[in-house]
């Protein structure tokens, strides 16, 4: 057809016809005032008996091969907006702007409820959702006579003779539509391919579909598609023509199967994608912490926050893991990628990390522990992580650094300044040393760990974010006075309101803890010769401790467990026993000892001398547990002050 590539004024424009009313898009095409104008130019002689185009300005040939042409193009035009759409909605919608009204007067969209999902199995009955309308507005929709006139002189049509639109120019049709099996509509959709709504099967199927209290039109002015994805059909089509417009031709049936089938594989690919992304998604937030620990002596902190982009998953994790001596591990990391294979390798370094934060190493050993798993996982598996330990009585902090930014401290004057702590290499290189400093931790000051997302993006390099991070934090401690630091919660939202439009091309890990300490008049230290005598001398320093303290109503209680505690570490310990005790909101008892062997809580029979001491503690003391240290092991306690709820 070599006329059907030919331009002549009034066709349909391909780039135009069917295209939303977006930035540089032809508005008109899709419902706009001028839309009905294109409408008639795309089926104008479809009536006539010679097939004269525009008043018989061209032969029978030339008209037909003019009104293929057009065909044709506006199937490529409506085709390439169809697969714009990423998701479900975009891609319903694209074709409803699409077709109406170039190609129909109105369309109603159904969709399989639920969608499967690639090759799953649908259970139960199979149920169709209307799930989009789309319709050329009336001509009482126009605002005053000059809207009528213009409606009028671009050949806007009377929807309202529409027999399925409803009085208030509605599109009136069945929400569900559960599919008989063996029925009409059963039938057409297993065909596959579109029908007349006048055909013998559409005939019983549309009212199937729409319901029966809706009429239907009738002749040639209703399409049936069915939506076939990959696997199955997943939903329906239905398009119409009011009775002022031509009705539709055989060849519109080839049209509709092309829209038809570009509609449902984008529909299947945006499910897919759709699941995919949900489960990443769902698989990088189950790996962090559903909530994080109360450690005496420092508050935390946290936030975490998915790439604007929702499959761009990321590695991101942070963790605060409680220590023996009232300590508290501090973690962030970020795996290198953006994929579920990131999440998942993050899930397994965060484990790695946890059971060699419960062995006690130094942050430094755990560091090159993590390098070493992540070797293991392959040769390509890298990953940023910053750990920190916080000893709230000595109120200090060691921290190792492999390839992290580094914290931020904000003091309680307002001063913010990013900690020096060296950088070393991403965990996976490999035979890197890693290093560990120790710093002060003052009462009163906020540590801010974080994850590269929050400071680098394409509009900014890593320290100008940093330095940018610092700022705001002195900022907003500023605005809530010297001597009071600003709320934990909110200093975490507000650091992240400094994130702009363009700053999300990563996902964001951001942990903050806030240093209490503990006062040195709250501890009490002593230590323990292996011998008989130790628990004797141990319930003495303890009534000792509770006499300064005021808390001489725990005095029994304490001092039956101590003996307990301590009578077991001497019997297996070499090397002097330590015992300490915290008062804070708490009374906490740690007993430690050179034995690598964990205690275990049985029960002890009728003729058994021992075998209850553990028994006692866990029906006394309000928490109680041992942890394996690199030099043996610390059992601890805890009993709840007089006067305290008890919040177990």
Known sequence: MPDASRPREGAVDADTAGQGAGAGEGADALGGQGGAAQAQVYVQGAGTPDGAVG????????????????RLRFVGAATRRIARGIDLDEIVLGLCRATVPTFSDAILVYLRDPLPVGDERPVGPVVLRLRRTDRLRPIDDLAGAEGAGAAGAAGELDFSQLPLVGPQGDLPAAELCEIRPGGALAEVLRGVRPVFGSAAGAKDALPELLGSEHPVPRGQRAILAPLRGRRRVIGSAVFLRSPERPAFEQNDL????QLATHTALGIDKAVLYGREAYIADELQRTMLPDSLPQPTGVRLASRYLPAAETARVGGDWYDAIPLPGSRVALVVGDVMGHSMTSAAIMGQLRTTAQTLAQLDLPPAEVLHHLD??????????MATCLYAVYDPVSHRITIANAGHPP???????????????????????GGVDFEAVELDAPAGATLLLYTDGLVESRLRDVWTGIEQLRERLATTAQLTGLDHPPPLEALCDDVLDMLGPGDRDDDIALLAARFDGIAPSDVAYWFLDPEETAPGRARRFARRALTRWGLEELQDSLELLVSEVVTNAVRYAERPVTLRLLRTDVLRCEVGDDSPQLPRQRRARDTDEGGRGLFLVNRMARRWGATRLSSGKVVWFELPLPGAQDRR
């Open 55 to 70: 008043g018989g300005l061209q032969g029978a040939d030339g008209g037909v091969a003019r009104r293929e042409g057009d």
């Open 254 to 257: 080839l049209v509709a199967a």
């Open 372 to 381: 070493e798993q992540a070797q293991r996982l392959g040769s390509d598996r």
């Open 407 to 429: 914290p931020v401290l904000l003091h309680l004057g307002g001063r913010a300044e990013v900690l020096r702590v060296p950088p070393g290499a991403p965990i996976g290189v």
